[in-house]
């Protein structure tokens, strides 16, 4: 098996991501967490309704009740705290698909997506999604995902990250 790893990195890889995937479920069983956050109505039903907060109104564009504009919340006391989490999470991603340990490539037109492929849980958010609209916009992401984000094992994902990037560079270097 050692000619084998050593001939094919993404073996060591995905030794690493089950080991990631059963750490999450055996060890610490987050909330779910919503499929996608994030993602919103098309753009024309959206910018429709102006940039600023807007609470649900009958009149509305059909299938508008899921655009930014309803989850503005300037006044939500955990976004630095939320913000934080989700910085360090998606820093820790970076380091691990800039390390060659992403199973997937995240692109969606063009642009990095995160995702949690743990089974049951499901979950991903576009790579702009904290800057651009929970920092300057303040939309609030769903119940779901703060509680996700809160309860996310950072250092255990931190942890395997980095196992995995010692894994592979052992193997280059062999």
């Known amino acids: 098996m050692g000619t084998l790893v050593s ?9 690493v ?49 899921g655009c930014p504009q309803f989850f503005v919340d300037k006044s939500w ?6 913000l934080q989490r989700l910085d360090a ?13 992403s199973p997937k490539e995240g692109s969606f037109v063009g642009s990095r997506e995160y995702q949690d492929a743990s ?14 609209y929970v920092r300057r916009f303040d939309v609030r992401p769903s119940g779901q995902f703060e509680a996700y984000v809160q309860n996310f094992d950072l250092e255990g994902f931190r942890h395997v990250v980095r196992q995995g990037r010692a894994c592979l560079d052992r193997q280059q270097g062999a």
Do not use: N
Request: hydrophobic share 45%.
């Open 119 to 132: 089974p049951g849980r499901a979950t991903c958010w576009p790579a702009g999604y904290s800057d651009h």
């Open 77 to 82: 006391g955990a976004k630095a705290l939320f």
């Open 17 to 65: 991501v089950i080991a990631w995937l059963c750490r999450f479920a055996l060890v610490r069983r987050q909330p779910d967490a919503p499929r996608c956050e994030g993602y919103w109505p098309p753009a024309d039903v959206c910018l429709d309704l102006g940039s600023g907060a807007r609470a649900a109104a009958a009149g509305d564009p059909p299938g508008s009740r």
């Open 89 to 101: 999470i998606e820093e820790v991603a970076r380091e691990a698909s800039d390390a060659g340990l």
């Open 7 to 15: 001939r094919a990195p993404s073996l060591a890889l995905l030794v």
